[in-house]
């Protein structure tokens, strides 16, 4: 004899465990992330075509490139450009890529995608962007990327920061 699953068990009415529901989210998933100088930004995942981990011999370099650029890298039989996301934002320490993976966030905008290199993947998270705060303390060469920043720990001054992906795949920065 076969039994029925529990969900078709009952009056047809749905029966939910309580431990089993979840509260529904507040915000918008967004992906956190840190760069090299330890600095956490987060973009939302609208915009993100996809997270690689990646080992540096799959990034080819370009010579005669700008020094943002760590070079090329095909996906999925594309070629798109993979940046120091940090060196980017005009932060001094550059990407550690004598290493085993590469933690790689595809950004898209319409036909451009571009690899934003970064030290470390922390995770998705549910973030309200009403909560937004104007940043604070910010050099000039981060700020025309920023929408702002969630204020984490007023103690430590310890701050989230929102990245524009679309300020950042438009940016003039790239043609130096």
Request: hydrophobic share 40%; no cysteine; glycine share 8%.
């Amino acid at each position: 004899m076969v039994s029925k699953p529990d969900f078709l068990n009952g009056s047809g009415q749905d029966h939910f465990r309580p431990e089993l529901q979840v509260e529904s989210p507040e915000g918008e998933l967004h992906l956190r992330f840190y760069i090299p100088s330890h600095q956490e930004f987060a973009l939302p995942a609208t915009g993100i075509r996809e997270v690689m981990e990646l080992s540096p011999d799959r990034i080819t370099p370009i010579p005669n490139a700008s020094p943002l650029l760590l070079g090329t890298l095909n996906l999925r039989g594309r070629v798109i450009w993979v940046a120091d996301l940090g060196q980017f934002l005009g932060e001094a320490t550059p990407l550690n890529t004598d290493r085993a993976e590469i933690p790689v966030i595809a950004v898209q905008e319409q036909d451009t995608t571009v690899g934003l290199a970064v030290d470390a993947i922390g995770g998705m998270d549910w973030l309200d962007v009403q909560n937004l705060m104007p940043p604070t303390n910010t050099p000039d060469t981060m700020a025309p990327f920023l929408r702002g920043e969630w204020l984490l720990e007023p103690k430590n001054n310890q701050s989230l920061r929102l990245l524009d992906q679309m300020a950042i795949l438009r940016s003039a920065r790239w043609a130096g």
